[in-house]
């Protein structure tokens, strides 16, 4: 998805450009670490609409197809409390943001990136038409948001909403009562663990915040911007900002699998189909051979090589604890954009990559069953 980052340790720059602090060790990472209880227990991600960000509701009797329309995903096929993850593009098929667009049967909500709340609301405007009865609300005076993810997060939600949360599936949602408000529950997160995301009222995240600090299974650390980084790339979830940029082109990010190359009724569907044949790059993981090692640190954009030839560039590095070595994503030729290809050098550190498939490794959720 499409999270956006904290604006402390990992944060973005006025023009949208990532500013990335050097990676973290293993030795960081303690039991008390974001990281360490997103990975082994449950963690808790802030994802307030004061900073990191921005919930948009669509209603109308016009509001499906207004929104099928401007979006390239599938959301004429999207069912009542059910959600999915879309770019928004301009007309030259470029970035906007990533969203999650969430159906509750009698309107939807957008879930953008803060950082991109007002281009998301001029693009939703700009392709209202005067007769279409849509009407686009910003709700973050009203709601907030946030995120409780980990191998074990789904005891936390089944003592929060209650035991129906364990038959939710992946990307739908139910509502539940809190303080005398009702409150939305969201299976998805950012991290590859068991997540869910509550949207509520704001009134209402002081109550159920002193129901998590009470709780046997879960401890309130913070999963710090960097964390959030780190958790979410190993295992391929985009985060806007740092692997999806405002201005990318959705084909060569890996997130294809979001758009729909067949609807005739998104406004830039020739624009997209042709764009789909230009594509020359495909960005992919790689890892740095061997235990630990010397960070790479190279910013996006620095180029790699193949055999003495540049082939493509870097646009995220750090270090996984889980992994025990560097990591991260790289756009390179597609000819070379595949698994496996061991003689990529780093020409300033003198070291070589080697592509690998992705998600990196299978998170513990991956083994755990919810009851």
């Known amino acids: 998805m499409d999270y956006q980052l904290p604006q402390a340790q990992g944060s973005l720059s006025s023009d949208g450009v990532a500013e990335l602090s050097s990676g973290f060790s293993v030795e960081d990472q303690d039991s008390n670490s974001g990281y360490q209880r997103v990975r082994e227990a449950a963690g808790y991600i802030d994802a307030g609409t004061e900073t990191y960000s921005t919930l948009i509701k669509v209603s109308g009797g016009d509001a499906v197809e207004f929104l099928d329309r401007v979006f390239p995903g599938k959301l004429s096929y999207l069912q009542p409390y059910c959600a999915l993850s879309t770019p928004v593009l301009d007309d030259k098929i470029k970035l906007i943001d990533f969203v999650q667009v969430l159906n509750l049967d009698d309107h939807f909500l957008i879930l953008g990136s803060h950082s991109q709340k007002s281009k998301l609301i001029d693009f939703l405007q700009s392709h209202q038409a005067a007769t279409e009865a849509v009407e686009i609300c910003v709700q973050d005076e009203q709601l907030t948001s946030f995120i409780i993810e980990g191998p074990y ?118 624009q997209l189909r042709n764009r789909c044949n230009e594509v020359s790059r495909s960005l992919v993981g790689f890892v740095i051979p061997g235990e630990g090692g010397e960070e790479i640190g190279q910013e996006p954009g620095t180029q790699i090589f193949f055999n003495g030839v540049p082939v493509g560039d870097f646009r995220y590095t750090s270090f996984s604890p889980m992994l025990g070595k560097q990591f991260g994503f790289a756009f390179l030729r597609n000819e070379l954009a595949f698994p496996g290809v061991k003689q990529l050098v780093d020409p300033s550190k003198g070291r070589s990559i080697e592509t690998t498939s992705t998600p990196f490794f299978e998170t513990k959720s991956m083994h755990i069953v919810a009851e």
């Open 153 to 270: 997060a789904w005891k936390v939600a089944k003592d929060l909403v209650g035991g129906e949360v364990i038959g939710l599936r992946y990307l739908h949602a139910m509502d539940f009562e809190l303080a005398e408000s009702k409150a939305i529950c969201l299976r998805g997160g950012i991290t590859g663990e068991y997540g869910y995301r509550f949207i509520l009222d704001k009134n209402a995240l002081g109550p159920l915040l002193e129901e998590l600090d009470a709780h046997p299974d879960f401890r309130p650390v913070p999963v710090s911007a960097q964390e959030i980084q780190v958790l979410a790339h190993e295992t391929r979830i985009p985060v806007f900002g740092v692997t999806v940029m405002e201005g990318d082109c959705p084909i060569e990010m890996g997130i294809r699998y979001t758009l729909d190359f067949r609807k005739e009724n998104y406004l830039y569907a020739e």
